[in-house]
């Protein structure tokens, strides 16, 4: 049985240029490891983060952006996520 250890997490403010808008509606598109939210979650955007290359080339394989999120089923409860994981969502 995996332990959950819980940690404060930092909430990082701001808009990325390219990055998905603040505010824009969200919904999920590729799970990861530990992922809760199911692929087609909704939410928004809080904030988003361009992740600099030389954290890219180590620590995020390949991802642009960083984001907080707020899914719809967790009102209040900013979470961050990687880009690859969302898109904007259509409706």
Do not use: C
């Not at 404060?8 to 490891?33: T, V």
């Not at 996520?81 to 409706?91: H, L, P, Q, T, Y």
Request: hydrophobic share 40%.
């Amino acid at each position: 049985m995996k332990r959950r250890i819980d940690v404060p997490i930092m909430l990082f403010r701001g808009e990325a240029p390219g990055a998905i808008p603040n505010g824009r509606r969200i919904e999920k598109s590729k799970m990861g490891e530990g992922d809760y939210h199911p692929i087609g979650a909704k939410g928004k955007v809080l904030a988003s983060k361009l992740i600099p290359p030389e954290v890219e080339a180590t620590v995020a394989q390949g991802e642009t952006f960083a984001y907080f999120v707020e899914w719809d089923t967790h009102p209040g409860v900013p979470v961050a996520i990687m880009g690859s994981r969302i898109r904007e969502a259509s409706d």
